[in-house]
């Protein structure tokens, strides 16, 4: 039986899910949809037959034909849809980031701690991009013996004017914050951000690009540089430093062309390109998982420690400082580690 999902928020990537679960995945349909732009929602759910449109996100989570949520909305958003979805006991995944605010995060943890069962899967699909899952496996398999360091990057060609320079960190190297942790398996423990020279692209007010130095509790060392006017493309790296040994990512899209004494490869043009695989089957699992009962994936408390360090990082960027990440007690409900 296939599960009838709502959507709230048509922009971008809520479009791009719409998609994914109309045409792309199995065991799911779009049932309804809501975007604080209704004619927006109102174009979207015309193309889709027997969609739902709905005034707002409370009367579409309200709506007892709507079996788990999707929430593909802005960002400061996110709490009042997610505080819903709870309260009326239905599955929800929620783009990233959580909630914009490590007290928005914590009231959500809260809610779903006292709900007493997993209802929250949040949208870092990295940990569903099967380049980043063979190298999890090296990482925990022991074959590169004790991790002592990962360098990484994240280059984004370009951002829209909407993007702010905070954003680099909370909305950027976010996803390398959460790799961190679900790859060594524990918390980030202090932050570090460091300015070089400011690329000639950078907007006004920007240090771009940044270096953030993320220290784990058992000390592993993880370098991001993190850009967002790299031009040439969108290019992520990823190479961790064992006692024994490396596993590193490889060039993530297609073939690498050899001729007249050259090789050429392409670089992805962006987030969309590169991580396409991950978005399917991070959802997928999400579908799955709500078909069987329950959840899976990064969890509330993963949206929340990952708005804890970015706002550590800010504090670093602003202080020029190692700053120390103060973590609330993790509930027994979250007691897999990330
Ligand atoms: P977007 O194109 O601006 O879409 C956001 C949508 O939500 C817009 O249609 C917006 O309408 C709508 N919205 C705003 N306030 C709302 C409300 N109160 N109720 C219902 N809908 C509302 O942004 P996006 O790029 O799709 O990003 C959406 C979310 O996905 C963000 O949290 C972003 O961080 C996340 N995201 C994640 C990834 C990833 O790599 N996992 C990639 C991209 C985006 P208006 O345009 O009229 O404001």
């Known amino acids: 039986m296939s599960i009838n999902v709502g959507v709230i928020g048509v922009g971008a990537i809520g479009q791009g899910h719409i998609r994914r679960l109309s045409h792309v995945l199995s065991g799911a349909r779009v049932g309804a949809v809501t975007d604080v732009d209704l004619d927006r929602a109102g174009e979207v759910a015309r193309d889709l037959p027997g969609t739902v449109l709905h005034p707002t996100g409370a009367a579409l ?9 999707v929430v593909t909305s802005w960002g400061p958003t996110h709490e009042e849809y997610v505080l819903a979805c ?11 980031p959580l909630a914009p605010t490590r007290e928005a995060c914590e ?3 809260e809610a779903e701690t006292a709900a007493g ?18 190298m999890k496996d090296v990482v925990t398999g022991g074959e590169i013996g004790l991790p002592l360091l990962m360098h990484a990057a994240h280059r984004n060609p370009s951002v829209p004017d909407f993007f702010t320079s905070d954003m680099i960190i909370n909305d950027s190297a976010v996803h390398d914050i959460d790799v961190a942790r679900w790859l060594f398996d524990e918390e980030i423990a202090a932050v570090t951000v460091l300015t070089p020279r400011t690329s000639r692209k950078a907007k006004a007010g920007f240090h771009d690009p940044l270096l953030v130095l993320l220290e784990t509790g ?3 060392l993880v370098d991001v540089e993190a850009s967002v006017n ?3 493309g969108y290019d992520i790296r990823g190479e961790v430093v064992g006692e024994d040994g490396t596993v590193e990512l490889s060039e993530s899209a297609g073939v690498v062309v050899k001729r007249a004494g050259a090789y050429s490869g392409r670089v992805p043009a962006d987030w ?3 991580f396409v695989r991950a978005f399917d089957a991070e959802l997928q699992a999400w579908v799955d998982a709500v078909a069987a009962g329950g959840t899976t994936g990064p969890s509330a408390w993963d949206g929340y420690a990952a708005t804890v360090v970015c706002e550590t990082g800010l ?5 020029g400082a190692r700053e120390p990440v103060v973590l609330r007690e993790r509930p027994d409900l979250y007691e897999v580690a990330p």
Do not use: H, N, T, W
């Not at 989570?61 to 949520?69: F, I, N």
């Not at 709870?86 to 990233?96: L, S, Y």
């Not at 069962?117 to 063979?134: C, I, N, P």
């Not at 504090?315 to 202080?319: H, M, N, Q, T, Y």
């Open 61 to 69: 989570v309200a709506d007892p034909g709507v079996d788990a949520v």
């Open 86 to 96: 709870i309260a009326a006991g239905k599955q929800v995944f929620c783009e990233k």
């Open 107 to 109: 009231r959500i943890v």
């Open 117 to 134: 069962r997993r209802l929250v899967m949040v949208g870092f699909m990295r940990r569903f991009d099967a380049q980043y899952r063979a």
């Open 218 to 220: 058992s000390g592993v």
């Open 230 to 232: 790299a031009g040439f």
């Open 272 to 274: 969309r390109e590169r």
């Open 315 to 319: 504090a670093a960027l602003r202080s």
